[in-house]
């Protein structure tokens, strides 16, 4: 395992990921508190919201007033998402620190399913996105395929396919004149398993050696955490969580889909491996408590159930 990071990035997308695919409604004061809650841990990215249709995503209806409301740390982001031109005209008339992304899906059918647009006429939405953003000053920093390790409705997704995605957004990041900073590769529907990561991975990296990956893992059928830990052994340094295990996916086409890989539970297996995260552990379990009695029900997170070692290792040492 000597290509383990030294530390990793966690980028938090609980309060977006979970907040809006909960079927009772959430208070605007309660996702309010959860955002200000976890940024009191150490996490320095935290999405708060996303910017998309109410009528499609009802738990989304109050992005600006959740992105007003907050008291902002200097040293976090606190950002949100939008998937076209509309939602990053109302992202932008908020305090919330946007930047640009571009994306696309390795499952055309998917693409469809989550935005109306199949590929092609995504990546024309793409180049009015980039046109905005170079208007209003807004720096492209990351771009993300998406079902990169399988599709509920198109089925197994090959290598080859998402390494031409990854090759069509880097086209057209150079096409006007950006430097992507990280390529992520998300397992949007929970298909990925260890040997498929490690194959895309693989894959994506012969041909672009140099380009720094991300990772966004669902854990839809159980195998989030161990495919975290081959990222993590392929040297993987930047993945997106959920506290608690929150979330899912709203068009994912199955009413199993989980959210991302729970945070603590990464934070806890990265520290156990000596790799940092700058997360205050114990902190975060009580972030995760919090979001079980805002959602009232269980959520999927072990840590939040089990606790850190921390107080065991001090019986142990007295």
Not at 15 to 44: M, W, Y
Not at 202 to 230: E, S, Y
């Amino acid at each position: 395992m000597s290509d383990l990071p030294k530390r990793i990035d966690i980028h938090e997308e609980g309060p977006r990921e979970g907040f809006q695919i909960e079927q009772g409604p959430i208070s605007t004061a309660d996702k309010v508190r959860f955002c200000e809650a976890l940024a009191e841990t150490g996490l320095h990215d935290v999405q708060c919201v996303s910017f998309v249709d109410a009528r499609r995503v009802p738990g989304m209806a109050d992005a600006v007033e959740v992105a007003q409301t907050i008291r902002q740390r200097p040293d976090v982001h606190y950002t949100g998402i939008a998937l076209n031109l509309r939602g990053y005209e109302r992202a932008v008339q908020t305090p919330l620190h946007i930047t640009g992304s571009l994306q696309m899906s390795a499952s055309n059918t998917f693409s469809i399913h989550n935005t109306n647009k199949n590929n092609e006429e995504t990546l024309a939405e793409q180049r009015r996105q980039l046109e905005f953003f170079r208007d209003k000053g807004i720096e492209v920093d990351t771009a993300i395929v998406m079902t990169a390790f399988g599709c509920n409705f198109e089925g197994a997704i090959a290598p080859e396919t998402v390494r031409d995605c990854v090759g069509s957004l880097l086209e057209l990041a150079d096409e006007f004149g950006i430097k992507l900073d990280r390529m992520r590769l998300a397992d949007t529907v929970g298909w990925a398993s260890p040997l498929s990561v490690q194959r895309v991975v693989g894959i994506v990296r012969d041909k672009w050696p140099d380009l720094k990956l991300g990772l966004h893992l669902h854990d839809t059928r159980g195998t989030g955490m161990a495919n975290a830990l081959m990222g993590l052994q392929m040297g993987i340094d930047s993945y997106d969580t959920a506290c608690a295990g929150l979330g899912g996916c709203p068009f994912a086409g199955h009413k199993g889909a989980a959210g991302n890989i729970c945070t603590e539970d990464l934070v806890f297996m990265a520290h156990e491996m000596g790799i940092e995260t700058g997360v205050d552990l114990d902190a975060l379990i009580e972030c995760a408590r919090m979001a079980e009695d805002i959602v009232g029900h269980q959520l999927p997170g072990k840590i939040m159930h089990g606790g850190s070692l921390s107080k065991f290792r001090h019986g142990a040492g007295a």
